[in-house]
């Protein structure tokens, strides 16, 4: 992850056009992929993808904007998100729940 990423706090997965998944953690990912790797077809939702992103890495626009723009691109060139579960993080201090004792 380069120093000036903006990382999500949820990992978009998507289906690629050959079938592959692959995960984005961050902006930087991202707008990597839409100006690098995207197919031929650019729409109206790719370059506000690519817009947000950039926004996203100078501070100018909230991560989750970037994330959600992301999607919606991936959406309309044809490549569906795919839900990922949560990943929690295991706790180290877990109480147990009391046990009711019938009398």
Wanted: proline share 9%; aromatic share 6%; charged share 25%.
């Amino acid at each position: 992850m380069p120093l000036n990423d903006v990382p999500w706090t949820r990992p978009v997965r998507i289906r690629l056009q050959c079938g592959l998944e692959r995960t984005f953690t961050g902006a930087y990912d991202a707008l990597d992929f839409l100006e690098n790797e995207w197919p031929l077809r650019h729409g109206e939702r790719h370059e506000r993808a690519v817009k947000t992103c950039r926004g996203a890495l100078n501070g100018a626009i909230p991560s989750i904007v970037a994330r959600e723009a992301f999607v919606a691109a991936c959406l309309e060139a044809g490549m569906p998100s795919i839900l990922a579960p949560w990943k929690r993080k295991p706790t180290t201090d877990a109480a147990r729940p009391a046990r009711l004792v019938a009398s």
